[in-house]
Structure formats: C-alpha cells, structure tokens
C-alpha cells in the first residue's frame, strides 16, 4: 500500500465512524494493513540531530485527524506526556522503540505547586508492525530509542496536534507538569 492511497482510505473511513472506538479501531486497522505491505519508509522522514522529528504527513479536512511520521535518532525520546485530549494511534514502521505506559494516580500539592503522581506500568519493546492506542484519559506514556539505529513512527491523531502536557520528574513519583507547543521538522 503506498502512503496516499493510506491517506485516502483513512480518510473515508473515519467519515462514516460514529464514535471514538470505531475510529480507534478503523485507524488501528488501516495500520496494520499499512505495516504488512511492502511500504517502505528509509529515506524519508529524516531524524533531527537534537530531538526527535515530526514531519506532517496529512491533515484530513473532513475527518479532522491528522498524521505525523516521527523519526528517532538513537537515544532520542519523549518524556511523560499526554496527546490534549484526543486519541492517537502509532504504528512503528522501522527499527525498534520503547514505549512505557503510565497511570495518573492523583495531584498533590508541595509548596503551592500542583505536582502529578504517576505510576509506569506497562513497558514493552516494539518493532515494525507494532500498533499501539491511546485513549484519554489512558494517554500518559514516554517514547524512546535505546536501540543503536533510526526507527520510524506514524501516529494518527484525532486532530492536530498543536500543544502536549509534558511532565518531568520532581522526586520519586512526583512530576510537574509543563505545556509544550508543538512543531513540525519539514
């Protein structure tokens, strides 16, 4: 399957899902149908030396969703973050990453401050074919590449994705909460 017949196919699908499962379901779908063709991904989407990249890949006008392929460097990752509200599924389409899950357990305050207090869960290794899904409130996660080559992503989202709740670790299982803007590469 080549990216723009994806695109299409998504696109009139999600038009006729009546809820956020069935869209879950139809993109997790198109994924994997993705994944189990021949579609390869090595020379576009180029890393970023000081982060990983996002490269819009399509912006659907009636569906609203929104795709991006990310490119990891290794070492590269994400913190704790979230995805704004809305559902994402991601597909790993080249090399290996790390995906950790983590639960909200509840707030606290420490000196004036909102502090979060989450929990890792689930952490699995992942390689191409891998298709994973985030339902808020289920959302919280860290994405790596401890591996020693470049891996690919594509992740669908509900909408665009133009902000993201990032958390960083204060102490233990304490993190703060920063709102990050957020930007393609390309």
């Known amino acids: 399957m080549k990216l723009?017949?994806?695109?299409?196919?998504?696109?009139?699908?999600?038009?006729?899902?009546?809820?956020?499962?069935?869209?879950?379901?139809?993109?997790e779908r198109l994924l994997c149908e993705l994944s189990r063709s021949p579609f390869s991904c090595r020379n576009?989407?180029?890393?970023?030396?000081?982060?990983?990249?996002?490269?819009?890949v399509y912006h659907g006008e009636t569906s609203g969703c929104c795709i991006v392929a990310m490119?990891?460097?290794?070492?590269?990752?994400?913190?704790?973050?979230?995805?704004?509200?809305t559902w994402c599924v991601e597909c790993c389409l080249e090399g290996q990453l790390e995906v950790i899950q983590y639960e909200l357990e509840t707030t606290r305050e420490k000196e004036g401050e909102k502090l979060f207090v989450f929990q890792p869960r689930e952490?699995?290794?992942?390689?191409?074919?891998?298709?994973?899904?985030?339902?808020?409130?289920?959302?919280?996660?860290?994405?790596?590449?401890?591996?020693?080559?470049?891996?690919?992503?594509?992740?669908?989202?509900g909408k665009e994705l133009k902000k993201s709740s990032?958390?960083?670790?204060?102490?233990?299982?304490?993190?703060?909460?920063?709102?990050?803007?957020l930007s393609y590469t390309n």
């Open 4 to 27: 723009e017949q994806f695109c299409r196919k998504l696109e009139g699908q999600l038009a006729h899902a009546k809820c956020c499962q069935e869209k879950v379901q139809t993109v």
């Open 44 to 56: 576009q989407w180029q890393c970023d030396n000081n982060r990983y990249a996002r490269h819009l």
């Open 71 to 85: 490119s990891w460097a290794p070492g590269q990752g994400t913190p704790v973050h979230d995805h704004d509200g």
């Open 123 to 157: 952490k699995q290794s992942v390689g191409r074919g891998a298709v994973g899904c985030l339902i808020p409130p289920y959302e919280h996660h860290i994405i790596r590449n401890p591996f020693p080559d470049r891996a690919v992503t594509l992740h669908v989202y």
């Open 166 to 181: 990032c958390f960083y670790p204060v102490q233990e299982d304490l993190y703060r909460r920063e709102e990050k803007a």
